[in-house]
């Protein structure tokens, strides 16, 4: 049996399953799948299937490799492009901890097709007043010009705060127009 049809008997048992979200994020107002929630179940299913999976760090792409146990010719990529965290408070590693177990989760979701339901995803996050004074915004724009001439507009753009990055999409798309 092909390894694409063994990950998809290990998809399929795994929708006959009932996940519940741990996470929450009180900011936004929702909940989310954690590693925890559905790695073990999924580790099972792969192993009565006959089917492995390895994540593998690279300096700009992560990789989930689903490799058929019983041929280890025939296996699976999934990527996604490395990305940075920057929490309040943390050391280096602990951001690099945080950037792994976040695209651990993606790459795992991608590769399972684990939905989730977008009655309640999909919903507004709830609304956090975020103001941003003059000054802010100015070292903001400066950090855009900056990152555009390094051609690393769209990564500073998504490190804006939300309010910041609804401000200045406007000045953003005039930049990467100019580059």
Request: with cysteine; proline share 2%.
């Amino acid at each position: 049996m092909s390894v694409h049809k063994k990950l998809m008997q290990a998809r399929l048992a795994l929708q006959n399953t009932e996940l519940k979200k741990s996470g929450k994020n009180k900011f936004a107002g929702y909940q989310y799948f954690e590693l925890g929630d559905f790695l073990p179940v999924i580790q099972t299913i792969c192993n009565d299937v006959g089917i492995c999976g390895t994540v593998t760090f690279y300096t700009d792409i992560a990789i989930l490799t689903i490799t058929d146990m019983d041929d280890t010719s025939q296996f699976i990529d999934f990527k996604c492009p490395m990305s940075s965290a920057a929490l309040k408070g943390c050391h280096e590693v602990q951001n690099l901890g945080a950037v792994q177990t976040y695209l651990r989760r993606y790459l795992w979701t991608n590769a399972f097709e684990i939905v989730e339901h977008d009655a309640i995803d999909s919903a507004k996050p709830v609304e956090v007043e975020d103001t941003l004074t003059e000054e802010q915004l100015e070292v903001a724009k400066n950090n855009l010009e900056e990152a555009a001439k390094r051609g690393e507009l769209k990564q500073a753009f998504f490190k804006l705060t939300p309010n910041a990055q609804e401000k200045l999409r406007e000045y953003a798309n005039q930049l990467k127009k100019s580059a």
